[in-house]
């Protein structure tokens, strides 16, 4: 038994472990690599981090022969082999060709192949602002010949988002291909190639810079991001200061906050949210079509920017056949808001009769069953519609009030809209390797430096949402377009510096003003460089259309996009003329 605990106490410390066979074969060269293995001097050498001489496939195929032989050792306690341990490995075995070490023998993984073996390699997961731009930043730069960095764009959708004009596709202003186009057609006439798939987990290795050294005291590898596909990336190469990634994944809707919430509510985040909440709208206007039917009732659970943007679009499109009620947990609207935009969006919605629920929190939200008895339930002091019974798909929210001299409240809902809380997107570390951690703040970002490197991975770009960056007074940059628009463009030039040999610049945010749309021919500009100063109504809004054509992705892609803006602005403008001459003609 004393000889057993021996021979199980390297796996117990910690060695990588797997099932198998009762014995199993090792050859004469592992069974010398085996007794170096279990030399005290091996182990002296780990414990004061020396350079190993041993290739990392050699070490990985050392401890799995190592660890058939103990765990099958193990049986004596029953009928069949214990079961206690499983692990598996992956490394390169050439370029661009990996194995994965299992128990049952090696398999062979697909991989992605780099055109040139000889040029920089840059892999950004996300196609976000902070992803595609970086991208786009990195193509417009001018580099030397045998400089000029691969760079490989993964994402999820085949489609980049204009985010900030989702809203438009609920008024109708726009249309699918000109807030989302494919990234096929933005990256046609680049280099940059791109790939659609999600990321599985990240292997960053450039954390282990003190103990795996190139002979110029660089680190000799850099990283793999392992696929859904299974599709495994490389991110380094010969000369390993050449070789970057970059985490732009954005964020996600967070709706796991209150009962019913994951449910029952709507995000408002994606392109895919916008058409479910368009799609809703739809089915609950054909259905409310005739002029006895009771008015739709839209509750909206937050009024930041997004939810306010959400109330004033949906309260015009639906006018008198709907409810809009606005939910915010502060005394106020976009509370963050310049003055003049937050005071232009509370006329605008008091005009347009939105109910504003100011000082409150949901408590619940649940669906109303036909079986459920809903009257006696009170909304702003008067009976619940019976009609609840009879709909399914009706909704409760239970609002609690977070101010003194509030009573709670019952309200009723026929769709749902969450605007409140996200959570940033950081793909997960190889589960194998647990030296491997990323310095995250409490939510949820990666820490970075000034230089926009996340801390202690010299070789990882964090930006957007990804990121956690405090601006000149200590204070958290906000999760906008605007902060990952501008730090696509210092991480595009940072990244050629690192190539290039030459110093990083630090990254500084300058805050250029806020828009937000209230309609169709309405929006409130606030620029920063002019004081108190706000575009309102149809100024504000072509102002804010003009700075949104500006900031697309590709010159191409404006010029289709203004060419339809303008279009369908004259046939806009002709419509309304005729409009009024018909009604002059009429009423003479």
Avoid at 415 to 428: A, E, F, S
Avoid at 457 to 485: C, E, M, N
Wanted: net charge neutral.
């Amino acid at each position: 038994m004393s000889q057993l605990g021996g021979r199980c106490c390297p796996i117990l410390g910690g060695g990588p472990a797997v099932n198998g066979p009762r014995r199993a074969e090792i050859h004469p060269q592992s069974r010398r690599q085996l007794a170096h293995f279990r030399s005290p001097r091996l182990w002296r050498a780990m414990a004061s981090r020396e350079p190993f001489k041993a290739t990392q496939n050699q070490w990985e195929k050392l401890f799995l022969d190592c660890t058939r032989r103990y765990t099958s050792d193990l049986s004596i306690f029953g009928k069949t082999p214990v079961r206690f341990f499983c692990s598996i490995s992956s490394s390169r075995v050439q370029d661009n060709r990996f194995v994965r070490h299992s128990s049952e023998g090696e398999t062979e993984l697909p991989s992605y192949t780099w055109p040139d073996n000889q040029r920089p390699r840059v892999c950004i997961l996300g196609g976000g602002f902070g992803g595609l731009y970086t991208a786009l930043r990195l193509e417009s730069l001018v580099w030397p010949d045998d400089r000029k960095p691969q760079v490989l764009l993964v994402d999820q959708s085949d489609q980049f988002v204009f985010k900030p004009m989702l809203y438009e596709l609920l008024s109708g202003e726009v249309d699918d291909w000109e807030i989302a186009p494919s990234f096929t057609d933005l990256l046609k006439n680049t280099s940059v190639q791109f790939v659609k798939d999600r990321v599985k987990f990240i292997r960053p290795l450039d954390h282990l810079n003190h103990i795996e050294m190139g002979e110029l005291g660089r680190s000799c590898s850099g990283g793999l991001v392992h696929l859904e596909s299974g599709i495994i990336i490389e991110y380094d190469w010969s000369l390993p200061q050449c070789s970057r990634l970059v985490l732009a994944l954005g964020a996600e809707a967070k709706l796991d906050v209150v009962p019913g919430s994951a449910e029952y509510a709507f995000p408002f985040l994606t392109l895919e949210d916008a058409r479910k909440v368009n799609s809703k709208l739809t089915t609950l206007e054909r259905q409310r079509f005739g002029k006895d039917s009771p008015p739709i009732h839209v509750a909206i659970v937050g009024c930041g920017y997004s939810g306010v943007e959400l109330a004033a679009t949906i309260s015009e499109r639906l006018e008198d056949r709907g409810i809009i009620q606005a939910i915010n947990v502060e005394t106020t609207i976009c509370p963050n808001a310049p003055p003049g935009n937050r005071e232009a969006a509370l006329r605008v919605l008091q005009s347009r009769k939105t109910q504003l629920f100011l000082g409150y929190f949901v408590s619940c939200i649940k669906e109303v069953s036909a079986s459920e008895d809903s009257v006696g339930m009170t909304r702003i002091g008067e009976e619940m519609s019976i009609d609840a019974k009879n709909h399914r798909n009706k909704f409760i929210l239970e609002l609690q009030p977070a101010q003194r001299g509030l009573e709670s409240q019952i309200l009723e809902a026929d769709i749902v809209l969450w605007t409140v809380g996200c959570k940033p997107v950081i793909p997960h570390l190889d589960p194998f390797d647990q030296s491997n951690t990323f310095p995250l703040n409490g939510r949820g970002q990666a820490e970075t430096d000034e230089t926009l490197r996340v801390r202690g991975h010299p070789r990882i770009f964090a930006i957007g949402d990804s990121a956690a960056l405090r601006d000149s007074s200590g204070k958290l940059l906000p999760a906008t377009a605007q902060v990952a628009f501008q730090q696509a463009d210092f991480a595009g030039w940072n990244l050629w510096a690192a190539i290039n040999d030459r110093p990083l610049l630090p990254f500084r945010f300058q805050k250029l003003g806020e828009m937000m749309t209230l309609g169709r021919n309405d929006a409130a500009i606030s620029p920063s460089f002019i004081e108190s100063l706000t575009l309102e109504g149809p100024l504000g809004h072509a102002a804010r259309k003009i700075a949104y054509l500006l900031r697309l992705p590709t010159d191409e892609h404006r010029i289709k996009v203004g060419i339809s803006w303008l279009t369908k602005s004259v046939v806009d403008s002709v419509a309304s003329l005729q409009s009024t001459v018909t009604k002059v003609i009429s009423g003479s």
